[in-house]
């Protein structure tokens, strides 16, 4: 399976996500651009993992305790890409999130898991492969209360990628 840990939002910021992820269709010539129930926050992506390997995750994620904090979504940017770039939707800078992440990566390090090096830069994709003339822009922020995190199986279903919480 095909997993990752993430934050996954609620109703009305969700539908505020789609709102920018639909401005930045408007503005472009062409792109993938993420469905409503795609829309997350990935804390730390595992890859392949065997029911060992997933178990282990579970039971690293049953260790991890945290207060609710608030996350703010602030602004939009893009990671440039031959073929079109990654837009998406980043956040202020949070000191738990950070935490959280951090200390989420080191425990999965301790159990065997062999993580991405690079330095952790919390987004939220609203689209791939996007092509467009236009520059990122400034929006107005708006926040979520973050209180629980969720094992992700991705997968394609009849030709569409599909996120699914399965702890």
């Known amino acids: 399976m095909r997993l990752f ?3 996954n939002f609620n109703t009305e910021t969700r539908m505020q996500l789609l709102a920018l992820r639909d401005e930045l269709r408007i503005r472009s010539r062409r792109g993938s651009f993420t ?6 926050l990935t804390l730390v992506f595992l890859g392949e993992c065997d029911e060992a390997q997933t178990s282990s995750v579970k039971k690293v994620m ?10 703010c979504i602030d602004c939009i940017g893009r990671f440039k890409r031959n073929g079109g770039d990654i837009w998406w939707a980043g ?20 159990a065997g898991f062999n993580l991405d090096k690079r330095e952790y830069t ?7 492969r996007v092509m467009t003339k ?10 979520e209360t973050v209180s629980r995190i969720d094992l992700m ?12 919480a399965i702890y």
């Open 62 to 71: 049953s260790t991890i305790n945290f207060e609710p904090f608030p996350i």
């Open 91 to 110: 956040l202020q800078e949070s000191k738990q999130l950070l935490d959280l992440q951090r200390e989420l990566s080191d425990k999965l390090i301790a």
């Open 35 to 40: 469905v409503p129930e795609n829309l997350h």
């Open 153 to 164: 199986k991705s997968e394609r279903i009849d030709g569409k990628l599909t996120y699914t």
């Open 134 to 143: 236009t520059s990122p822009w400034t929006i107005r922020p708006f926040r």
């Open 122 to 128: 919390p987004h939220i994709t609203l689209g791939r």
């Open 5 to 7: 840990i993430a934050i």
